[in-house]
């Protein structure tokens, strides 16, 4: 796999042989982009075992996987969970490694989405006299639950490793809410902001340990989450794109050897962001400002040695070290 000079991510081998009996643990497979993922994950023979909080979600999803042709042998099974849960994640890993014995690739998929107004001057005093806890449910669940399943991963991709060649990937969902201000949904924007943080916090621990760490920002997907506004879309003519569209992009990276990237998903193409961003600083931010910038990089990497930073990161690759 290789990036295009336009950065794009193309996914030119659908085969997914990787995936074979690989065993992967995914949330938010009830419904969207997550039911996707799983599905086709399982037709190229991977054993998914799923999260979510969607019970009756979860069952139209495991009846969708008995219906597919299967002659890989790929299986799925689904476990109760709550992501903003610490201890229905833990059970759900332990789930998967207690029947499959290892666990290869992870996919955090699960959030929600509203525009309930949490921050906001136009609130009445009375009004902020008590929290909105529909509003801030959204951190729970989008970024303490992409956290959560992000902590309890490390471990349990670890566990009975066959050296550290062997495949191990985590990809987070954020999302074009994670890159630049989308609308005024202020708690998901803080929200998937966060996530993105999340993988350029990971990406150096992860790297140690041979686990590839990407994010995947789609932008608007067709998928319940998204049904609300599809009207106002269509009407305007915005690029769409299909849950399938999006888990194609998700099964090519865990099938490559990509670390510590991120990509923006748009109308069923990826481009990766990462690196451009770090290239333009001088553009964004200034000559002078982005010289200081890298230059207290490098005195803290003097201090904390890392394999790799935000201006070095090109072609980070995890065979290549
Ligand atoms: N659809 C879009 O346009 C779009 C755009 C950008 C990013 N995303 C991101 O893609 C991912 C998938 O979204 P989608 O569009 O498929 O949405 P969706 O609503 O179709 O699916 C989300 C799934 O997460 C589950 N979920 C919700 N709360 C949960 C919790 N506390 N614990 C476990 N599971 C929980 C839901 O039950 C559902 O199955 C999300 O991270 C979303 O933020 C979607």
Redesign the pocket.
């Known amino acids: 796999m290789v990036l295009s000079n336009e950065n794009e991510f193309v996914v030119q081998d659908t085969t997914f042989s990787s995936l074979h009996n690989a065993v992967v643990v995914l ?10 993922t799983a599905l086709a994950l399982h037709q190229h023979g991977a054993h998914v075992v799923f ?4 019970a009756n ?2 069952a139209e999803t495991l009846s969708m996987a008995e219906q597919q042709q299967n002659q890989l042998g790929g299986s799925v099974e689904y476990i109760q ?5 610490y201890d ?1 994640v833990y059970r759900l890993f332990s789930s998967a490694l207690d029947k499959h014995g290892h666990v290869d690739h992870v996919v ?6 509203n525009r309930e107004k949490w921050i906001d001057p136009a609130l009445s005093i009375e009004e902020v006299a008590k929290p909105n806890t529909k509003a801030s ?1 959204i951190l ?3 970024l303490v ?2 956290a959560n399943t992000s902590r309890i991963a490390g471990p349990f991709l670890m566990a009975n490793r066959k050296g550290d060649t062997e495949k191990k990937t985590l990809t987070l ?6 890159m630049q201000q989308v609308g005024e949904a202020v708690m ?1 924007q803080a929200a ?1 902001h966060g ?1 993105l943080g999340l993988l350029r916090a990971m990406r150096t621990p992860f790297y140690r340990h041979r686990i590839q760490v990407n994010c ?11 049904a609300p506004f599809m009207d106002s879309f269509k009407k305007n003519r915005a690029w ?1 794109q299909t ?1 399938e569209d ?1 888990a194609r992009v998700i099964l090519g990276l865990l099938d490559s050897d990509i670390h510590g990237k991120s990509f923006y ?1 748009g109308a069923g193409r990826a481009w990766e962001f990462e690196d451009g961003l770090s290239e333009a600083m001088p553009h964004w931010l200034g000559s002078e400002g982005s010289r200081h910038f890298k230059w207290n990089l490098e005195c803290l990497a003097k201090v904390s040695p890392v394999p790799f930073s935000s201006h070095t990161f090109s072609n980070c690759f995890c065979q290549d070290h």
Request: hydrophobic share 40%; charged share 20%; with cysteine.
């Open positions: 949330t938010g497979a009830s419904s969207g982009i997550g039911r996707e999260g979510d909080v969607d979600g979860a969970c709550d992501v903003s849960l229905d955090a998929s699960a959030a929600i989405f449910k729970d669940v989008d639950g992409t969902l954020g999302s074009v809410a994670s998901y998937k996530v995947v920002c789609p932008d608007i997907t067709l998928t319940p989450m998204a769409t849950s999006v998903l």
